[in-house]
């Protein structure tokens, strides 16, 4: 099993990346893909979920209204929108396979510490004028 994230980088307040998590060796269509992220001096997290059997989305209140999850079953790619960057949106951000939308709610929202899931390594987003 392989999630590898891509597409941070350095961007000015008020800029957008798109984030990629490109998977493999599991099946694609039958998990969650969460997004989370570890910014420096706290715990890591949680941003949203996109439910890959029926296209449900959750989004934390750190995440609504600014970014967007979404997923590419075809690519087995999900994607996350982060649109109007702050500099508190600074850190490494990874996205895990859940094996149902409802954990994936669950770890994001906090009210679970830990579910099973695959993990990708990360990719540092930097928000700096």
């Known amino acids: 099993v392989q999630l590898v994230e891509s597409g941070g980088g350095f961007v000015q307040p008020g800029g957008s990346l798109r984030l990629s998590c490109e998977t493999s060796?599991?099946?694609?269509?039958?998990?969650?893909i969460g997004w989370f992220r570890q910014t420096p001096g706290r715990a890591r997290e949680g941003l949203g979920c996109?439910?890959?059997?029926?296209?449900?989305?959750y989004y934390t209140d750190s995440a609504k209204g600014r970014f967007v999850v979404s997923s590419d079953s075809a690519k087995s790619t999900a994607y996350l929108q982060l649109n109007r960057l702050k500099p508190q949106d600074t850190g490494v951000y990874s996205c895990?396979?859940?094996?149902?939308?409802?954990?994936?709610?669950?770890?994001?929202?906090?009210?679970?510490?830990?579910?099973?899931?695959?993990w990708g390594q990360g990719t540092q987003v930097t928000v700096s004028s």
């Open positions: 996109f439910g890959n059997r029926d296209n449900s989305t």
């Open positions: 060796g599991f099946d694609f269509g039958n998990y969650a």
């Open positions: 895990a396979a859940i094996r149902s939308f409802f954990l994936c709610f669950d770890l994001a929202s906090e009210r679970l510490g830990y579910v099973e899931a695959y």
